[in-house]
């Protein structure tokens, strides 16, 4: 089992930026990937962005592309997600995602990100 707590959500004005972090604990030595999701009210959960684990190969969803960066610290198992030019269709609850041995996912509690106009 992988445990995932994030931080960092918060409120924020457009064009401003947030920083979520995203610590997994437990069998992170068997962990292929970790992952941003996003779910916005009313909306189903959609993908933001996700990086490998021990390459560290990147893909973004289209809508954050040159906004988003994830990165992750492998010595402390936390993946971190720089959100920069923030919109307020960006406002949603923030879901961390682990993949293990490429079968098992495992999803953090959410932060809410809220961006006003």
């Known amino acids: 089992q992988v445990q995932l707590v994030e931080s960092g959500g918060g409120s924020v004005q457009a064009g401003g930026s947030l920083r979520l972090s995203c610590a997994a604990s437990?069998?992170?030595?068997?962990?292929?990937?970790m992952g941003w999701f996003r779910q916005a009210p009313g909306k189903a959960r959609e993908f933001v962005a996700t990086?490998?684990?021990?390459?560290?190969?990147?893909r973004y969803a289209d809508s954050v592309k040159g906004r988003f960066t994830i990165s992750r610290d492998n010595a402390k198992n936390t993946v971190y997600l720089q959100m920069n030019s923030l919109k307020p269709e960006d406002t949603a609850v923030y879901y961390c995602?682990?993949?293990?041995?490429?079968?098992?996912?495992?999803w953090g509690q959410g932060t809410q990100v809220t961006v006003s106009s």
């Open positions: 995602k682990a993949m293990v041995g490429g079968l098992y996912d495992y």
């Open positions: 437990g069998r992170t030595s068997s962990m292929s990937s």
């Open positions: 990086i490998s684990w021990s390459i560290g190969s990147i």
